[in-house]
């Protein structure tokens, strides 16, 4: 079974800190994403990766840096926490290609990130 | 630009019960269709993940149907258990990129 993982369950940071959410899968997927999930806006993605030190923004980026320095990691930071940031982060993997299981995106069990 | 609705947004019914949960889009154009199951406070598990040439997906008492050319997916659930209950969202991927379109979900309540 894929796997992935996610460094918190829940967290709590001041306005102003440097937050580091970390996201692990074991599957040797290509493609990881990261989600943060409002209630009333769904899932949004901010950013995506698929390789090793590549990495394109999603739909709502600002505020939010990543970084993917080893095939199985992708970090999710936060240079300067802010209160509209507190959310449900959500991170998931897929494998790239064509044939049975590829394309489908396995989640963590998500970081309630809060932001006071 | 492509849109994903979930109607009804939330779904109660007896346990027992056959039911079926509706995605639509309104694109053509993808390139595969996922639902997930989530339980309130939890990550997303992902249930059936249908690619555009299929029809449809089974697993256990869960069906999923794909046709393209109405725009439409239906998740059909057999002899429902309060087990069951959770939010089921559904996702569209598109022919041109990785990124997931996301309906709203909709929040099913099992009761015994």
């Known amino acids: 079974d894929v796997k992935v993982t996610q460094s918190s369950r829940y967290l709590v940071k001041r306005t102003g800190e440097k937050v580091f959410l970390e996201c692990v899968q074991d599957m040797d997927h290509e493609n990881m994403f990261w989600y943060r999930q409002d209630p009333g806006l769904g899932l949004r993605l901010i950013y995506f990766?698929?390789?090793?030190?590549?990495?394109e923004k999603g739909d709502i980026p600002e505020g939010y840096s990543v970084s993917r320095e080893k095939k199985e990691r992708f970090s999710l930071i936060l240079e300067s926490a802010s209160t509209n940031q507190t959310s449900m982060y959500l991170c998931a993997s897929s494998l790239i290609g064509s044939g049975r299981g590829h394309n489908e995106q396995f989640f963590g069990p998500g970081t309630r990130l809060t932001v006071l | 630009k492509q849109e994903v609705t979930q109607i009804p947004a939330a779904l109660s019914v007896p346990e027992g019960e056959n039911l079926v949960l509706n995605c639509s889009f309104t694109d053509s154009a993808i390139y595969n269709l996922q639902w997930f199951r989530q339980d309130p406070g939890k990550g997303l598990t992902s249930l059936l993940l249908i690619q555009s040439s299929q029809r449809e997906q089974t697993s256990g008492r869960l069906n999923a149907s794909l046709d393209k050319s109405s725009g439409r997916s239906t998740l059909y659930i057999a002899a429902s258990q309060p087990g069951d209950s959770a939010t089921y969202l559904c996702?569209?991927?598109?022919?041109?990129?990785?990124?997931?379109?996301w309906g709203a979900g909709t929040k099913l309540i099992i009761k015994p």
């Open positions: 996702a569209v991927r598109m022919d041109s990129n990785y990124q997931l379109i």
């Open positions: 990766s698929y390789d090793v030190k590549m990495k």
